[in-house]
C-alpha cells in the first residue's frame, strides 16, 4: 500500500512541476495544432525574398525531413509549397 501511494504522489509531483514550464507549453500547443489547427497566418516568399502568396486560416502546418517541403489544408484543400520561405505566424 505504501509503494502505491509513493508512486503515485511521485507521479502527480511531476505533473505539476511540468505543468509550470515551457517545454510543457510547447506540448500542450503541439497537441492542439495536430488536432484542430491554430488560427494562423503562413506567408511564401520566393528565394529572393518577394512575396508570393499570404494564406489566413485555421491550420495545422507539416514539414518534411529536409524542410524543402510544407503541407498544410485550408478551406478544404491541400496546399502543398516546395522550395520556397514559409513563415507561419499565430494569430
Not at 506540448?27 to 488536432?35: C, E, G, I, P, R
Not at 525531413?65 to 499565430?90: H, L, P
Request: aromatic share 8%; charged share 30%.
Amino acid at each position: 500500500m505504501k509503494k502505491i501511494i509513493v508512486i503515485i504522489s511521485t507521479v502527480l509531483t511531476i505533473l505539476i512541476l511540468a505543468t509550470g514550464c515551457e517545454s510543457w507549453d510547447r506540448t500542450v500547443k503541439d497537441f492542439k495544432s495536430s488536432n484542430s489547427g491554430l488560427e494562423r497566418t503562413a506567408t511564401v516568399y520566393d528565394q529572393n525574398g518577394n512575396k508570393i502568396k499570404t494564406y489566413k486560416g485555421k491550420f495545422d502546418v507539416e514539414v518534411n525531413d529536409y524542410g524543402n517541403k510544407v503541407k498544410f489544408d485550408i478551406d478544404g484543400k491541400r496546399v502543398t509549397i516546395n522550395n520556397a520561405i514559409v513563415i507561419t505566424e499565430e494569430e
